[in-house]
């Protein structure tokens, strides 16, 4: 898949990374519950991921 992905797209690969939420992140998703409408599922989502990069993906 990667073989062909620079001749496809005009630039090579880059490194697609999910970090895990930290003690910060999860502190400021249970803030933001506490001071917006959110929905579950996204505090979920933020309370276990800390951060994205699809460096492929232009800025991700």
């Not at 505090?43 to 991921?49: A, D, K, M, P, Q």
């Amino acid at each position: 898949m990667t073989d062909e992905f620079e001749d496809r797209h005009g630039f090579p690969p880059g490194t697609n990374e999910v970090r895990p939420a930290d003690r910060d992140d999860q502190v400021a998703a249970r803030r933001l519950a506490q001071v917006a409408p959110a929905s579950a599922d996204l505090v979920t989502f933020y309370t276990s991921i800390g951060d994205v990069t699809w460096e492929d993906v232009g800025n991700g």
